[in-house]
T-cell receptor, first 110, second 115 residues
Framework: GQSLEQPSEVTAVEGAIVQINCTYQ??????LSWYQQHDGGAPTFLSY??LDGLEETGRFSSFLSRSDSYGYLLLQELQMKDSASYFC???????????WGAGTKLIIKP | KAGVTQTPRYLIKTRGQQVTLSCSPI?????VSWYQQTPGQGLQFLFE???????NKGNFPGRFSGRQFSNSRSEMNVSTLELGDSALYLC??????????????FGNGTRLTVT
């Protein structure tokens, strides 16, 4: 079956750096996406990796290793507003069938 | 540009009833996907429509169905509701077929409670 594994919860301190890992086992792979969802809100797109390597967008970076079926989201200079759930999702094919991880709740302490 | 609009926001139904949820995508977006979200389960893919055609369907029973209209608006129907159908149902639209240049844009969802 298809599966994505990510930690259920991560705690970090304001101003610090945190890494959220995602490992996947899927029958197809086009790319790995990351979404952020605040409590009561809609998921919002953060980043997408189709090729190996690091993609940087401001304070957020995302990494992919296709050979290891592994990726991570790196959040720097954490702010209280970054407290949210973060989901990784795999594009399995060209028709946008996404398989999602169960989400990682990021708790930020002052 | 207006975002993805889902109606209603909240719905309470009784077991055995049926329900229809509506989604209006961002103008110009032709792909609409539906997801079920329950606590601790992430997002479960229901189906995806592109130009009125269902291109993909997730692993849900036939009680879950959907359609897309010529203006890209989409509806999702659940018949013979069960208690386990209680969830947040999210609709997402995108311009193309996926990838970095066409990420999903989600609505705020319809929270369905089945009693």
């Amino acid at each position: 079956g298809q599966s994505l594994e990510q930690p259920s919860e991560v705690t970090a301190v304001e101003g610090a750096i945190v890494q959220i890992n995602c490992t996947y086992q899927t029958s197809g792979f086009y790319g790995l996406s990351w979404y952020q969802q605040h409590d009561g809100g809609a998921p919002t797109f953060l980043s997408y990796n189709a090729l190996d390597g690091l993609e940087e967008t401001g304070r957020f970076s995302s990494f992919l290793s296709r050979s290891d079926s592994y990726g991570y989201l790196l959040l720097q200079e954490l702010q209280m507003k970054d407290s949210a759930s973060y989901f990784c999702a795999v594009n399995m094919d060209s028709n946008y069938q996404l398989i999602w991880g169960a989400g990682t709740k990021l708790i930020i302490k002052p | 540009k207006a975002g993805v609009t889902q109606t209603p926001r909240y719905l309470i139904k009784t077991r055995g009833q049926q329900v229809t949820l509506s989604c209006s995508p961002i103008s110009g977006h032709r792909s609409v996907s539906w997801y079920q979200q329950t606590p601790g389960q992430g997002l479960q893919f229901l189906f995806e429509y592109f130009s009125e055609t269902q291109r993909n369907k997730g692993n849900f029973p036939g009680r879950f169905s959907g359609r897309q209209f010529s203006n890209s608006r989409s509806e999702m129907n659940v018949s013979t509701l069960e208690l386990g159908d209680s969830a947040l149902y999210l609709c997402a639209s995108s311009y193309g077929t996926g990838g970095w240049d066409s990420p999903l844009h989600f609505g705020n969802g319809t929270r369905l409670t089945v009693t």
